[in-house]
């Protein structure tokens, strides 16, 4: 059997770059959900707090959450998920940003 006759699980992978045009509305957007947290202990509040002033990735990543990307996909839940974020030097026009390099290779496992 092969493993998409077996496995109920898939591995979905998922790459985003983000332009930030405005760092204080990502801010304020992070302040405002973490105040918003009724269930967040005082440390842990002041420490998130701390981390999405001094980073806009870090607002960001306090702002993106995969079960959002998924919770309204018809026959799928959430088993696990892990996500960071960090402030890159991105030029589009570079061959390393080539979203699609390794599209070849994934098209053939799902398919195969």
Do not use: C, N
Request: charge should be negative; hydrophobic fraction near 40%; proline fraction near 5%.
């Amino acid at each position: 059997m092969s493993t998409a006759e077996t496995s109920r699980f898939v591995r979905l992978q998922v790459e985003l770059v983000l332009e930030v045009g405005d760092a204080g509305a990502v801010t304020g957007a992070a302040l405002g959900r973490i105040s918003a947290d009724p269930d967040l202990p005082a440390e842990e509040r002041a420490h998130a707090e701390s981390a999405v002033t001094e980073d806009t990735a870090e607002a960001l990543a306090y702002l993106v959450d995969p079960f959002d990307l998924v919770k309204e996909v018809p026959g799928v839940e959430l088993a696990q998920a892990s996500w960071s974020s960090e402030e890159i030097d991105y030029d589009p026009d570079s061959p390393d940003w080539d979203l699609d390099e390794d599209d070849g290779d994934e098209d053939e496992e799902a398919t195969g």
